[in-house]
C-alpha cells in the first residue's frame, strides 16, 4: 500500500529488549484478525468481497435524490441477499443457511459499509423475516419465509406507534375479530396510535407484521402479531396503499435516508383469521381464544422474547461502526503531523500523549466489546438453535443482549465522535465516512429499545433476581415486588450476594485485597468491577425498599432511585464485558497476539475503573495513591500500545474500498516537503522501549 | 399556545409554603429574557425577527439541491445584511453600525436558525471583513469596507492549508515581492499548501484574503495577509476563477452545507503591492520591508490575535445552537409520558430521575456559558472599541476567547447529543431539527482553533505567566521556557500562587475550609475551583520542569504532561465560567428571577465539582462523606428546577417559527387518550414543595 512506506507502526528500535526487559509485542495482522473474526472468517469475508463490489454505494449515498438512494439501496439488498448473506439465520428448507451465529456475523461485518443498507437488510430479514419465522407457524413459512429470503416478498415491522415505543405493551392499534367472516379488522383508533418510525413502509414494503390488541367479543386479549398487506397491485401492477390504510413518508431523517421510514393508519383493515401470528397463540374460527401459556403477561414477554435477535444484530453493527471510525483516526495520526520539537520534522499526531489518551482507551474498549458481543452473540446462537434452550439460557441472553445493544451503540457514538474530532476539518468532508458514520448511527441509541429502558431491564432482573418478566419495561413493577418483601429479603434476592463472594475466590488478600495486588493482575481488576457491581446492586435495593417503607408512593420511589438503577446496570455490564475480554484472553495460544491483546485488556481495565475512581475512593475501595497510580499506568499503557495501533485496527480489515476518506489516508495531509519516508529517524515525541520500559 | 392546556411547569401546589417553609421560585419569563437579553436585547430582537422572515429556510435545506441552496442561503444573507443585520462591528464611516458588543449579540442569536447562514455570515463580514478592517489600513477599507458591508464584494478566508490547520506559521503559501513590477506573486508550491475547507471559495468569493509566507529578495518575513481576486467576469459576465487560481469545491460535508467550502491553488498570481494588508507591516515599491513591530513572531502572533472575534463569535453560537437543543427537549419531556406508576395516567419523561439528570445540569451550564460569553463579548468590545486596549487586557481577551470556545462549542456538541437521545426517534426526523443542529455544529469543535490546542493556548499562559507569545500554539516552546528556569522560579511564574491566596480570603476557616462550608455556599464552591485549578497548574509546571532535568528532549516532555496542561486550561475556565455565573448573580436584584438563577447556579456549580469529585478525593480535599452529600444535593437541586425547566428554557425566547419539530412540541406525540388537560391531578412522579422539602 501507498501508505506503507509513510507509517513506522513498528520502529526497528522497539524490538531490541530494553535494560527493563521489556519487550514490544509484535502481533501479526492476519493472525489477530483470525482472532477477531473467530468461528465465522469465511461468512464475514464474504460479506467483505461483497462491501467492496457495492462499495459505490457510498458515493450514490451523496450523488443521488432521496428516492433514487432508496431504490438503489433495495437493489443492493437484493444483489447481496442473491450471495445467501443475508439469510443465515432462516431454516434450510426455505433457502436459508440454518445457523443464526453465521447471521449476526454477517450483519456485523455488513457495518463497515453504507449503514442504509444494513437497516434495509436488518427490517426485512431481521424484524419482519425474524417476526414471520418466530412468532408464526408453518402456514406462515411456507406462505412467506421463501419470498422474504429471496426478496421478493418485502415486509415491514410495524410495532412502535407515535405515542408508545418504549412501552409496548399499552399500544393502541386494535385487531378486533369478525365472527361472522372469520377476520381480524385492524384499526388506528387515534393519531397518536399511528404506527410511526416504521422501516420499508414508505416506499417498499407490500406487507407488515402489524402489532395491535387482539380484542375478542368486546375483550382484550393483550397484544399479538398480525400479517397485513398493506400495498396491492393496481391495475396497471403498481404498488398502491391496500384499502383502509393510509401510508405517510416520515419524511427527511438525520441520516439513514436509503431507508424508507413511513407512519401507518388502518381503517376497517380486513385480514383473514390464518393471519395472526399464531405461535404463542390462536383464535379459532367460532372466536376461542387460547394459548398455551397461560398468563397474558408473561405470553406477551415470550413474544416480545423471541425479537431478541434484533438488539445482538444492533449491539454487534454499532461496535463494527466504531471500528471504522478508529480505522480513519488511527491511520491519520500516524501520517499527520502538526508542530516541531525539535527542529526537524513535525511531529506525528499519535506521538502526542493527549492524542493517545483520546484514542487508545477507545480501541482497546472496542477489542473488549467486540469480545463480549461474540460471547452473546454465541449464546444467541445455542439459545435459538436449540443447543442450550431454557427458561435460564433466555433470560441470561435477554439480559446481555440488553445491556451488549446499550454499550455497544454509546462506544459507537462516542468514538465516532471524538475520531471525527481527531481527524480535524478532513474529518468533516462527508468523503472521510464520517459524516454518514454520525448521522446513521445516532439512532442506534434509541432503536431497538431505548438505551436507558434497556439499562432499566438489565437492572430489574438483577434486582429481583429475574422474579418479574424480563422484558417488561414497566420498572414500577419492580418496585412493588421490592415492596412487598424484608429488607434482608430484598438484599439476598440480588445477585449480589453470589458475586461478593467471587470477589473473596479472586483476591484472598483479606480486607486490604484492594491495594496489594497488581495494578495489572486481571483478577485485581474483576475483582474492583465486581465489587463495585454488587456494592450499587445491594445500595439500589435498600433504597427501593426504604423508598417504599418510607411512604412514597412507586412513582416517586422509582423517580429518585432510577439512577441508581441504572448505575447498578452499568457496573454490571461492565464487569461481563471485562470478563469476556478476559476470558478470551485465556483463551489464546501464548505468543505475540496475546502479548498485545493482554495490553489491550489492561488499558481497557484500567481505564474503566480510572474513570470510575471517585466511586471506589467513595466507598474505599482505593486509596488516592493508588488512583494516581493507576492513571499513571493508564498512561504508561497508552505509550505501550501506540507502535501497535495500527496492527490493531488493520486486524479490523476493513475493506480499503469502503475506507474512501482521500483527505485522511492518502499523500495530500502529510506536510509531504518535511521528510515523508524516514520517520524513524526523527521520531521524538514516539519513545524508545528503554523509555518505556523505563517508566513500568 | 396549544401545549399549555397540557403542561403544568409551576403546578399551584408548588407555590405554598412547605414545612420546611421552602418555597419554589415563581420566575417570570419575560423578566428571564431580559436578563439573558441584557444589553442588546433590541439587537436580538431584529435578529429573532429576521429568523422569523426566513424561517422556511429550514426546510429549504432538506428540500433545494445543494448549489441551489447555497444561493439561497447568499441570497437571504444579503437580505438580512440590509436590515443592518451584519454590519455592526464596522465603522459608521463605511455603513456599519460602529458596535463590535452588537455584532456578537447579533452573530450570537442568529444561531437560532439555520446554521449555514451563520457561517456564511461568519465568513463574508466575521472573518473576510474583519481581515481587511484589523489588519487593512484606510486604502483597504475604502476600497472594500462599504462594498462587505452591503454584499456586493464576497470575499473568503484563506488561511488554513491541507498540511496545515493549527500551526499557521507553518503555511507554505508564498508571496514573493518582484521589485521589477511593483507585485506580489503567489504560489502554492505543493499540494499541501492549498488552501483548504474555505468558506465562500467554491462558488461565490470574488475576493480572498490570502495569508502567505512574503518573501522578499530570497528571504522570509514571516506569515502576512494579502487581498488577491479569485475570481474576475468573464466577457458574459459570469464570475470564473482568475488566471492563476485553480478552485476546486471541497465536496460534501457533513453539515452546513449551505457554504461552499472549497480549495484554492496559486499560480504565478500576480497583485499589485497595495494588496499587502499593512497595518503591522509594509513593502515599499524599492522592496524595503519595514514594521512597527520588531519581532517577527510578536508581529506574526499581534495579526493573529485581532482575529479572536471569530473564536468569540464561534463560542457564543454554539451556546445558542445548545438552547435550541434544550428548548426541544425540555418541551417535549414535558410533553410525553411513558409508563404507569399508579394506574392512572402514565409519566411525564421530565418526572423521572434519569431524565432530570439527563437535561437539567445541562441547562443550567447553559445559563452558566450563557454569562461567561457575555463577559468575553463585553471584553471583546472593550478591547476592540478601545475603552480598555491595552497589552494585558488583550492577553486576557485572547485566553477566554479561546477558552470559551472550547467550552462553549463542546457544550453544543454534547447537549445536542443527550438532547437528541432524549426525544427518541422523534429526534432523529429532520423536521426535529436535530439533525441540522448535530451535523452543523459538529465541525466547531475544531475550526477557528481546534478545542485542544485552544486549550494549550490558555495553559501556555497560564504557565509562563504569558511570558511567551500567547497565540504561539507551539507548545514545545513552552516547554523549552520552562526548561531554564528554577523550579521555585517556575512554580512562581504561574499564576497559581494568586489563585491560592484568593482561596483561603473567600473560605477562612483553616484546613477543614471544605468540610465546614454550605455546600450552597457560592464561596465555598469557588473556592474548590480555584484550589483545583491552582494544584493543576502547579502540578503541571512542576512535572515540565522535572522531565526537562530528567533528560527527556522537549517532544518526549510535552507529550507526558500534556493530559496535565489540557487539565489546567479546563480547571481554569470551569473556574471563569462559575464566577462569571455568580457575578450575574450578585448584581442582580432580589426576586423570583435571582432565586430561580440561583437555584440554577447551585446545579451547575455542584455538578462540576461532583463531575471531577475523584480529583477532590484524591487530593485530600473532599471526604467520602462530602462527595456522597454533593451528590444527594444535586438530585435535589434537579427536582427543585424541574418545576422551572419550562419558564427557563421560553426564556431563551428562540422563536416557535424556527423550532418546527412537529413531533416533538405538537399534540400527537402525546398518549392522548389518557388525561390530557389535567395533569397536575396526577403528578405522581413530581414531588410537593414539601416532598421537595424535606429533602433540602
Known amino acids: 500500500m501507498a501508505t506503507d512506506a509513510v507509517v513506522s507502526p513498528q520502529p526497528e528500535s522497539a524490538r531490541e529488549p530494553s535494560a527493563g526487559g521489556y519487550v514490544q509485542p509484535a502481533p501479526d495482522t492476519a493472525a489477530l484478525q483470525r482472532v477477531l473474526d473467530g468461528r465465522y472468517a469465511e461468512?464475514?469475508?464474504?460479506?467483505?468481497?461483497?462491501?467492496?463490489?457495492?462499495?459505490?454505494?457510498?458515493?450514490?449515498?451523496?450523488?443521488?435524490?432521496?428516492?433514487?438512494?432508496?431504490?438503489?439501496?433495495?437493489?443492493?439488498?437484493?444483489?447481496?441477499?442473491?450471495?445467501?448473506?443475508?439469510?443465515?439465520?432462516?431454516?434450510?428448507?426455505?433457502?436459508?443457511?440454518?445457523?443464526?451465529?453465521?447471521?449476526?456475523?454477517?450483519?456485523?461485518?455488513?457495518?463497515?459499509?453504507?449503514?442504509?443498507?444494513?437497516?434495509?437488510?436488518?427490517?426485512?430479514?431481521?424484524?419482519?423475516?425474524?417476526?414471520?419465522l418466530q412468532l408464526g407457524t408453518k402456514r406462515h413459512h411456507d406462505a412467506y419465509l421463501a419470498g422474504t429470503i429471496d426478496g421478493s416478498i418485502l415486509g415491514a415491522f410495524a410495532m412502535t406507534e407515535s405515542g408508545h415505543?418504549?412501552?409496548?405493551?399499552?399500544?393502541?392499534?386494535?385487531?378486533?375479530?369478525?365472527v361472522a367472516t372469520g377476520e381480524f379488522v385492524v384499526d388506528t383508533p387515534h393519531d397518536a396510535a399511528r404506527k410511526d418510525y416504521i422501516g420499508n413502509a414508505a416506499r417498499h414494503a407490500e406487507l407488515a407484521v402489524v402489532f395491535a390488541q387482539l380484542h375478542i367479543g368486546g375483550e382484550s386479549q393483550g397484544v399479538h402479531a398480525f400479517v397485513v398487506p398493506i400495498r396491492v397491485r393496481d391495475e396497471d401492477g403498481n404498488l398502491v396503499p391496500a384499502p383502509g390504510v393510509r401510508i405517510e413518508d416520515c419524511g427527511p431523517k438525520m441520516g439513514l435516508e436509503g431507508v424508507d421510514n413511513g407512519r401507518l393508519w388502518f381503517s376497517g383493515v380486513r385480514i383473514p383469521r390464518e393471519n395472526l401470528l399464531d405461535r404463542f397463540a390462536?383464535?379459532?374460527?367460532?372466536?376461542?381464544?387460547?394459548?398455551?401459556?397461560?398468563?397474558?403477561?408473561?405470553?406477551?414477554?415470550?413474544?416480545?422474547?423471541?425479537?431478541?435477535?434484533?438488539?445482538?444484530?444492533?449491539?454487534?453493527?454499532?461496535?463494527?461502526?466504531?471500528?471504522?471510525?478508529?480505522?480513519?483516526?488511527?491511520?491519520?495520526?500516524?501520517?499527520?503531523?502538526?508542530?516541531?520539537?525539535?527542529?526537524?520534522?513535525?511531529?506525528?499526531?499519535?506521538?502526542?500523549?493527549?492524542?493517545?489518551?483520546?484514542?487508545?482507551?477507545?480501541?482497546?474498549?472496542?477489542?473488549?466489546?467486540?469480545?463480549?458481543?461474540?460471547?452473546?452473540?454465541?449464546?444467541?446462537?445455542?439459545?435459538?438453535?436449540?443447543?442450550?434452550?431454557?427458561e435460564r439460557s433466555r433470560r441470561a441472553l435477554e439480559s446481555e443482549a440488553a445491556g451488549m445493544k446499550a454499550f455497544g451503540t454509546w462506544h459507537a457514538t462516542r468514538t465516532i465522535q471524538e475520531c471525527r474530532e481527531a481527524c480535524g476539518g478532513a474529518g468533516y468532508l462527508s468523503a472521510s465516512r464520517f459524516a454518514a458514520l454520525k448521522a446513521d448511527t445516532d439512532v442506534f441509541t434509541t432503536f431497538e429499545g431505548d438505551n436507558h429502558v434497556l439499562l432499566q431491564l438489565v437492572a430489574k432482573?438483577?434486582?429481583?433476581?429475574?422474579?418479574?418478566?424480563?422484558?417488561?419495561?414497566?420498572?414500577?413493577?419492580?418496585?412493588?415486588?421490592?415492596?412487598?418483601?424484608?429488607?434482608?429479603?430484598?438484599?439476598?434476592?440480588?445477585?449480589?450476594?453470589?458475586?461478593?463472594?467471587?470477589?473473596?475466590?479472586?483476591?484472598?488478600?483479606?480486607?486490604?485485597?484492594?491495594?496489594?495486588?497488581?495494578?495489572?493482575?486481571?483478577?485485581?481488576?474483576?475483582?474492583?468491577?465486581?465489587?463495585?457491581?454488587?456494592?450499587?446492586?445491594?445500595?439500589?435495593?435498600?433504597?427501593?425498599?426504604?423508598?417504599?417503607?418510607?411512604?412514597?408512593?412507586p412513582g416517586a420511589v422509582f423517580s429518585r432511585v432510577q439512577p441508581h438503577v441504572i448505575a447498578a446496570a452499568k457496573a454490571h455490564q461492565e464487569r461481563v464485558v471485562l470478563e469476556a475480554f478476559l476470558g478470551k484472553l485465556d483463551g489464546l495460544p501464548d505468543g505475540e497476539e496475546k502479548r498485545a491483546l493482554g495490553l489491550l485488556a489492561d488499558l481497557h481495565a484500567l481505564s474503566v475503573i480510572e474513570e470510575d475512581r471517585a466511586w471506589f475512593l467513595e466507598h474505599g475501595r482505593m486509596t488516592s495513591t493508588r488512583a494516581k497510580a493507576i492513571t499513571r499506568e493508564v498512561d504508561d499503557l497508552c505509550r505501550k500500545v501506540r507502535p501497535l495501533a495500527r496492527v490493531l485496527v488493520d486486524a479490523f480489515a476493513v475493506p480499503e474500498e469502503v475506507l474512501r476518506a482521500p483527505d485522511l489516508l492518502g499523500p495530500v495531509v502529510v506536510a509531504a516537503e518535511q521528510g515523508d519516508g524516514d520517520d524513524a529517524a526523527h521520531h521524538t515525541l514516539g519513545e524508545t522501549a528503554e523509555q518505556v520500559a523505563d517508566q513500568a
Open 282 to 390: 390462536d383464535v379459532n374460527e367460532a372466536g376461542v381464544y387460547s394459548s398455551a401459556i397461560e398468563s397474558p403477561g408473561r405470553r406477551f414477554f415470550t413474544t416480545i422474547g423471541t425479537l431478541v435477535q434484533g438488539r445482538v444484530s444492533v449491539g454487534g453493527a454499532a461496535i463494527n461502526a466504531a471500528k471504522v471510525a478508529l480505522v480513519l483516526a488511527v491511520r491519520y495520526a500516524e501520517r499527520r503531523r502538526q508542530f516541531e520539537a525539535t527542529g526537524d520534522a513535525e511531529e506525528l499526531l499519535l506521538d502526542y500523549g493527549m492524542h493517545q489518551r483520546r484514542l487508545l482507551p477507545l480501541l482497546a474498549r472496542t477489542y473488549a466489546l467486540h469480545f463480549a458481543q461474540e460471547e452473546v452473540a454465541g449464546r444467541l446462537h445455542s439459545v435459538f438453535s436449540g443447543e442450550e434452550d431454557s
Open 461 to 553: 432482573g438483577l434486582l429481583t433476581d429475574y422474579a418479574g418478566d424480563f422484558q417488561d419495561a414497566d420498572q414500577f413493577e419492580m418496585v412493588r415486588l421490592v415492596a412487598g418483601l424484608a429488607l434482608d429479603e430484598v438484599v439476598k434476592r440480588t445477585r449480589a450476594h453470589q458475586l461478593f463472594e467471587r470477589v473473596r475466590d479472586l483476591l484472598p488478600g483479606g480486607d486490604e485485597w484492594d491495594s496489594e495486588a497488581g495494578l495489572r493482575d486481571p483478577a485485581y481488576q474483576l475483582a474492583m468491577l465486581r465489587y463495585r457491581e454488587e456494592q450499587i446492586i445491594s445500595s439500589a435495593a435498600r433504597r427501593l425498599k426504604s423508598g417504599v417503607d418510607g411512604g412514597l408512593n
Open 165 to 178: 415505543g418504549s412501552n409496548v405493551q399499552a399500544l393502541a392499534t386494535t385487531a378486533t375479530y369478525d
Open 43 to 132: 461468512v464475514r469475508d464474504l460479506v467483505r468481497r461483497n462491501l467492496v463490489d457495492y462499495a459505490g454505494l457510498l458515493e450514490e449515498a451523496e450523488s443521488l435524490d432521496r428516492d433514487a438512494f432508496r431504490d438503489r439501496v433495495l437493489e443492493v439488498v437484493l444483489d447481496i441477499a442473491r450471495t445467501g448473506q443475508t439469510g443465515f439465520g432462516f431454516p434450510t428448507e426455505y433457502g436459508g443457511g440454518g445457523d443464526i451465529g453465521a447471521s449476526i456475523a454477517a450483519f456485523e461485518t455488513l457495518a463497515y459499509g453504507d449503514l442504509s443498507v444494513l437497516v434495509k437488510v436488518g427490517v426485512q430479514f431481521g424484524l419482519f423475516g425474524g417476526a414471520v
